[in-house]
Nanobody, 123 residues
Framework: VQLQASGGGLVQAGGSLRLSCAAS????????MGWFRQAPGKEREFVAA????????YTADSVKGRFTISRDNAKSTVYLQMNNLKLEDTGVYYC?????????????????WGQGTQVTVSS
């Protein structure tokens, strides 16, 4: 499975961005899909994840109410809608895919990773 993340950019605080992650490869629609981010000098952290049929989602407390994860299996694409962006949301955002339905917040549970897309929030 190959993942291609896009949609990052520079936005003012309070603004919005929508990230996309296009997946290619067999059975990618059956994978758990997640978004992680990494700020300079910090460890990679979980942002959100979604089950293969989009019935279940899980979002980190730090972005709850502002970020929404969704997926369109017909397009093999996962989205992260980010609203009311804050300075602390700045970082490189990675999408990831997991074959096993286990611990969604643990980066080690994911088997495939995209290249990352930079999100910069300015004041």
């Amino acid at each position: 499975v190959q993942l291609q993340a896009s949609g990052g950019g520079l936005v003012q605080a309070g603004g919005s961005l929508r990230l996309s992650c296009a997946a290619s490869g067999r059975a990618s629609s059956r994978y758990i899909m997640g978004w992680f981010r990494q700020a300079p000098g910090k460890e990679r952290e979980f942002v959100a994840a979604i089950g293969w049929n989009a019935a279940v989602t899980y979002t980190a407390d730090s972005v709850k109410g502002r970020f929404t994860i969704s997926r369109d299996n017909a397009k093999s694409t996962v989205y992260l809608q980010m609203n009311n962006l804050k300075l602390e949301d700045t970082g490189v955002y990675y999408c990831a895919a997991a074959k096993a339905d286990s611990n969604w917040v643990n980066a080690h549970e994911y088997d495939y990773w995209g290249q990352g897309t930079q999100v910069t929030v300015s004041s």
